[in-house]
Structure formats: structure tokens, C-alpha cells
């Protein structure tokens, strides 16, 4: 099975055929519309086989004329842009830290950082009504606090919906949590120690990460694709290693921030490999229900058989931020999670839980989910293909199915640390690839969101990133 995505795939077998002379310099090369039809190819994937022929210096663009082969040569390497108080290796924790406290610095005009949606495509006024319900028929309800595990009906609700996913979850088996952020730190808090050893996706969330150092946990990172997310084959060598892995925390359903899908024979063979192992696998799901198809993507849950497994999830990104809504499911470790739920922050806020209990037991909630998705695949598409127009030849975008977020590979010498820099001087924010990992790996590679509709303020702000990537 050919593991490269589509686009690569594609421009290797017209590099064959341009190196066996099928096709010959001075060609006019298939047209975009030609290469869609022909290939059965989204734009964005057509437009990036282009400009990764033309990162490899076999074709050049005319003016009003298409694309034409060229003899191959090495295109030059491009000047790094100066990143700010370059040093020394810092902390993720503090490295994290630094990115966020210069964007609250500065005043932002275009924000690519965010993975939520713009405030208009979430139901506001729907959550707004059915909070406005809850306090006429309560009048005392900020007056009195809620359970620990969160409300009932809510509960109800979200395992009545893991059913569509092929999970069996119990609403006693559930606790509400203040986002998926919460039910992971409760997660980790209820399987480790200080010094304990977690493995992670590489690149994985940057959150994550701060949440692993304030817990004093050692990190231990498993390359990860835009394809089909973590490496099965090099997380079992860690896993046959001398060091014991107490925990992995993977998001097997569009990934943060790769937006990669596990196949399901990789999830079953993932979650067969923990429980053979005796490693915790904790799942966060907090992107599942942006998938493009009307079809559920399988959660991990769906194969565990030995009560392995934490799953965690969130309404965060689907429904509206403000309510800071998350779930965790913790199987045999609930009774643990309980407590230290109760012992961190106790019960969630009522009102927000009774306004989106309300509201997703109705059909209108699937068809708002159906609107979103649509909604996010457009924009997706419009800034992927505004980015491969503005940025560098032989610059990568990831093809996700759906979610918020794009990543974004710049060529070889460029450093998204500095873009960072540089871009928040003229009110645009990003977030560099070197807050997504320990290691240097990422340094050329940067997050960018997609939640707010596509206008002539984001193409604009998009072509200012692509000409400071072009500046010495």
C-alpha cells in the first residue's frame, strides 16, 4: 500500500515520466482542470502537484499560457528569516508560553492561530434561548451547585450519540469535564506518577505537552503522518523497549495538528498493541464529529476489549467554546477520576450543560452539524489553495477530512519561528511547528485555522505571509 499522499504520489509519476522523455522540455504540461478530470483530484490536490514539480525545478509557470516542463535543476535554498532572541532550547512549557504572551502583545487583525470557528457559525442564539428557558423554569439555578459527574440528561445524551460511533459508553460511566483539556489532565492524573514516561504523537498539540510537564511526566514521541496518523511500527519498538511507557495519548480522528484518520485496522492493531503491553491508551476524540462524511468515524473505544482505554472528548470545537464542555469515559479508573474531578474543580457549570443537552436531543442539532461541515470544507479548501499560491515553491499542505486546521510544510531553510515573529508585526497570527514537539523537527512547518469564512482580508493576509517568507 502506497503510504504517500495523493499529491506526491501523483508528482512522482509525472517526474518518471518527464525523466523517461514521454514528456520533454519545452511540453506544455497538463492543465489543473485536465489533471482533476483525468485523476478524479480535488483543486487543491491538482494545484499541489504543481508546485511540487516546481519545487523540484522541472516545471515553470508562463503567464497566460499554463505550465511547461524545464530541464531539472536545484532550485536555490532559501534565506531563513531571523528569528528574535535565537538561542539556546527552551522548555516546551516555557517556549509555549513565550508564543502566546508575544500574540497577546500584539493587536491581532487576521488570526490563522485559533482552531475554533468564527462566532457566527456556532448556534449562539439557539444555546442563548434554551438558557434563557432553563432560568425561567429555575430561577434559583446559579444559586445551587451541580453533581460532580456533570447533569444526567447530558450524560444521556452523549452515550445515546457514541452509539453511532460503534462505542458502548454508560452515562454513570461519564463525567462532564471543563473541555477535553480537563479530561485529559484527569486521565493522566488517574494512571501516573511524577517521572512516569507518556508516549505522544509527533507532532501532537501543544497543549498537550504543557499539560505533560506541569505534571512532571517524562515524553516520549512517536513519529506520526498526515495519512494515517501514528507510525504503528515504530511505536511497537518503543513499546518492546527497556523503558516502560505508562500511558499513550493519541487523537486517532483528525489529528491536531495533522488532521490525519487512523484506519480502522490501524486502530484495532493500536489498541491490541497497548493492552499487550500494559501501557494506557487514552483517546481524544475531540475533532470526530467535524469529519466531512455523513458517515461516524470508529473511535478506538469501539476495539477495546480490556478496559485499556480513557476516552476523552469535547464540544469545544463543534458546538461553542464558551461553554467549555468536555467528557471523560474512564472504565475501571472512574472511581479515581471522580475524585480527583471533585478534588480539582468540582462540577461543571449547570446552565451551559442544560442548554446543550436541549438542544442536541433535537433533529436540529445533526442538521447544524451538516451546515458546519459543509462550511469548513469550503473554507479548507479556499485557504489551501490561497497558501500554495502565495507561498514558496515546493510549500506542503495536509489534505485533512475534515476539522479546522491545515499543517503547513515550508521548504527546507525556512523557519516558522521567525514567519511567527515577522507576521505578528503586521497583526497576522500563526502558530510556528516548533511548539508541536520537543524536538527541532518542525521548525519549518507551521498550524494554520480555517474557522473563519474566507474574504479578501484572509487572501490578503495570506499573500503578506508568502512575501515575508520571500524577504532575506
Given at each position: 500500500m502506497n503510504t504517500l499522499p495523493l499529491y506526491r504520489q501523483l508528482a512522482n509519476h509525472y517526474l518518471d515520466a518527464i525523466r523517461s522523455g514521454t514528456l520533454k522540455t519545452g511540453e506544455r504540461f497538463p492543465s489543473i482542470r485536465l489533471m482533476m478530470e483525468k485523476h478524479a483530484v480535488s483543486l487543491s490536490t491538482a494545484v499541489q502537484v504543481c508546485r511540487e514539480l516546481e519545487g523540484q525545478g522541472v516545471l515553470e509557470a508562463r503567464p497566460r499560457s499554463g505550465n511547461y516542463i524545464r530541464q531539472p535543476d536545484t532550485p536555490p535554498r532559501p534565506i531563513p528569516l531571523v528569528v528574535p532572541d535565537a538561542g539556546a532550547y527552551v522548555g516546551i512549557h516555557q517556549q509555549v508560553s513565550s508564543v502566546l504572551k508575544a500574540s497577546q502583545r500584539a493587536t491581532i487583525k487576521v488570526n490563522f492561530a485559533s482552531p475554533y470557528c468564527a462566532p457566527q457559525l456556532y448556534p449562539l442564539k439557539i444555546l442563548q434561548d434554551h438558557m434563557a428557558k432553563a432560568l425561567r423554569q429555575d430561577p434559583q439555578l446559579l444559586g445551587r451547585t451541580g453533581p460532580t459527574c456533570g447533569n444526567l440528561a447530558l450524560r444521556n445524551i452523549l452515550a445515546r450519540r457514541a452509539l453511532t460511533c460503534k462505542t458502548q459508553l454508560s452515562a454513570e460511566q461519564i463525567v462532564i469535564t471543563n473541555g477535553a483539556s480537563e479530561a485529559l489532565n484527569l486521565a493522566l492524573r488517574a494512571v501516573t506518577q511524577p517521572g512516569d514516561t507518556v508516549a505522544v504523537e509527533s507532532p501532537t498539540f501543544h497543549g498537550l505537552l504543557q499539560i505533560l510537564e506541569s505534571l512532571s511526566l517524562r515524553v516520549r514521541e512517536v513519529p506520526a503522518t498526515a495519512h494515517c496518523g501514528i507510525n504503528l511500527i515504530a511505536l511497537e519498538q518503543i513499546l518492546r523497549g527497556p523503558e516502560r511507557i505508562h500511558a499513550l495519548i493519541v487523537m486517532p480522528n483528525l489529528q491536531n495538528p495533522l488532521g490525519s484518520i487512523m484506519p480502522d485496522s490501524h486502530k484495532a492493531r493500536l489498541v491490541q498493541l497497548c493492552s499487550e503491553h500494559g501501557t494506557v491508551l487514552i483517546e481524544d476524540d475531540t475533532y470526530g464529529d467535524l469529519v466531512d462524511t455523513e458517515q461516524p468515524l470508529s473511535t478506538l473505544k469501539h476495539w477495546d476489549r480490556s478496559d485499556n482505554l480513557i476516552y476523552c472528548a469535547s464540544l469545544n470545537k463543534t458546538l461553542a467554546p464558551g461553554v467549555r464542555l468536555g467528557w471523560i469515559s474512564a472504565g475501571r479508573w472512574h472511581d479515581r477520576v471522580e475524585m480527583l474531578k471533585h478534588s480539582q474543580s468540582r462540577g461543571c457549570e449547570t446552565l451551559s450543560q442544560l442548554a446543550v443537552s436541549a438542544f442536541m436531543k433535537t433533529p436540529s442539532y445533526e442538521r447544524y452539524l451538516r451546515r458546519l461541515r459543509k462550511t469548513l470544507m469550503q473554507q479548507r479548501q479556499q485557504i489551501s489553495s490561497a497558501i500554495l499560491q502565495h507561498f514558496p515553491p515546493g510549500t506542503r499542505v495536509t489534505e485533512p477530512r475534515g476539522g479546522t486546521l491545515l499543517w503547513v510544510e515550508l521548504p527546507s531553510g525556512y523557519s516558522s519561528m521567525g514567519l511567527f515573529h515577522e507576521a505578528l508585526?503586521?497583526?497576522?497570527?500563526?502558530?510556528?511547528?516548533?511548539?508541536?514537539?520537543?524536538?527541532?523537527?518542525?521548525?519549518?512547518?507551521?498550524?494554520?485555522?480555517?474557522?473563519?469564512?474566507?474574504?479578501?482580508?484572509?487572501?490578503?493576509?495570506?499573500?503578506?505571509?508568502?512575501?515575508?517568507?520571500?524577504?532575506?
Amino acid at each position: 500500500m502506497n503510504t504517500l499522499p495523493l499529491y506526491r504520489q501523483l508528482a512522482n509519476h509525472y517526474l518518471d515520466a518527464i525523466r523517461s522523455g514521454t514528456l520533454k522540455t519545452g511540453e506544455r504540461f497538463p492543465s489543473i482542470r485536465l489533471m482533476m478530470e483525468k485523476h478524479a483530484v480535488s483543486l487543491s490536490t491538482a494545484v499541489q502537484v504543481c508546485r511540487e514539480l516546481e519545487g523540484q525545478g522541472v516545471l515553470e509557470a508562463r503567464p497566460r499560457s499554463g505550465n511547461y516542463i524545464r530541464q531539472p535543476d536545484t532550485p536555490p535554498r532559501p534565506i531563513p528569516l531571523v528569528v528574535p532572541d535565537a538561542g539556546a532550547y527552551v522548555g516546551i512549557h516555557q517556549q509555549v508560553s513565550s508564543v502566546l504572551k508575544a500574540s497577546q502583545r500584539a493587536t491581532i487583525k487576521v488570526n490563522f492561530a485559533s482552531p475554533y470557528c468564527a462566532p457566527q457559525l456556532y448556534p449562539l442564539k439557539i444555546l442563548q434561548d434554551h438558557m434563557a428557558k432553563a432560568l425561567r423554569q429555575d430561577p434559583q439555578l446559579l444559586g445551587r451547585t451541580g453533581p460532580t459527574c456533570g447533569n444526567l440528561a447530558l450524560r444521556n445524551i452523549l452515550a445515546r450519540r457514541a452509539l453511532t460511533c460503534k462505542t458502548q459508553l454508560s452515562a454513570e460511566q461519564i463525567v462532564i469535564t471543563n473541555g477535553a483539556s480537563e479530561a485529559l489532565n484527569l486521565a493522566l492524573r488517574a494512571v501516573t506518577q511524577p517521572g512516569d514516561t507518556v508516549a505522544v504523537e509527533s507532532p501532537t498539540f501543544h497543549g498537550l505537552l504543557q499539560i505533560l510537564e506541569s505534571l512532571s511526566l517524562r515524553v516520549r514521541e512517536v513519529p506520526a503522518t498526515a495519512h494515517c496518523g501514528i507510525n504503528l511500527i515504530a511505536l511497537e519498538q518503543i513499546l518492546r523497549g527497556p523503558e516502560r511507557i505508562h500511558a499513550l495519548i493519541v487523537m486517532p480522528n483528525l489529528q491536531n495538528p495533522l488532521g490525519s484518520i487512523m484506519p480502522d485496522s490501524h486502530k484495532a492493531r493500536l489498541v491490541q498493541l497497548c493492552s499487550e503491553h500494559g501501557t494506557v491508551l487514552i483517546e481524544d476524540d475531540t475533532y470526530g464529529d467535524l469529519v466531512d462524511t455523513e458517515q461516524p468515524l470508529s473511535t478506538l473505544k469501539h476495539w477495546d476489549r480490556s478496559d485499556n482505554l480513557i476516552y476523552c472528548a469535547s464540544l469545544n470545537k463543534t458546538l461553542a467554546p464558551g461553554v467549555r464542555l468536555g467528557w471523560i469515559s474512564a472504565g475501571r479508573w472512574h472511581d479515581r477520576v471522580e475524585m480527583l474531578k471533585h478534588s480539582q474543580s468540582r462540577g461543571c457549570e449547570t446552565l451551559s450543560q442544560l442548554a446543550v443537552s436541549a438542544f442536541m436531543k433535537t433533529p436540529s442539532y445533526e442538521r447544524y452539524l451538516r451546515r458546519l461541515r459543509k462550511t469548513l470544507m469550503q473554507q479548507r479548501q479556499q485557504i489551501s489553495s490561497a497558501i500554495l499560491q502565495h507561498f514558496p515553491p515546493g510549500t506542503r499542505v495536509t489534505e485533512p477530512r475534515g476539522g479546522t486546521l491545515l499543517w503547513v510544510e515550508l521548504p527546507s531553510g525556512y523557519s516558522s519561528m521567525g514567519l511567527f515573529h515577522e507576521a505578528l508585526k503586521r497583526g497576522i497570527q500563526i502558530l510556528p511547528g516548533d511548539i508541536f514537539s520537543n524536538t527541532p523537527g518542525f521548525a519549518h512547518c507551521l498550524r494554520i485555522g480555517c474557522g473563519t469564512p474566507f474574504s479578501p482580508q484572509i487572501e490578503q493576509a495570506l499573500a503578506t505571509l508568502g512575501q515575508l517568507l520571500e524577504q532575506p
